[in-house]
């Protein structure tokens, strides 16, 4: 599986982290935008903004184009 394939794949299992703790748990934005160290949410914003921002690019990079 290409690396562009592996980020998408591991995209999907974050998206279905935080739905499982938003099930359970329900979501503060504070939880959302500011978790405390060793939170669940802990730096998940910013973790999935660098793993999209990645696919974006190796998109862009696939098809020539640029951002």
Not at 21 to 36: F, L, Q, W
Request: charged share 35%.
């Amino acid at each position: 599986m290409d690396e562009k394939q592996e980020l998408i794949k591991k995209m999907i299992q974050m998206q279905k982290q935080f739905i499982r703790y938003e099930h359970s748990n329900g979501v503060d934005p504070a939880e959302y935008y500011v978790a405390p160290e060793g939170h669940e949410l802990h730096n998940y914003r910013e973790e999935y903004r660098d793993v999209a921002d990645k696919v974006v690019e190796l998109a862009h990079s696939e098809k020539g184009s640029r951002r």
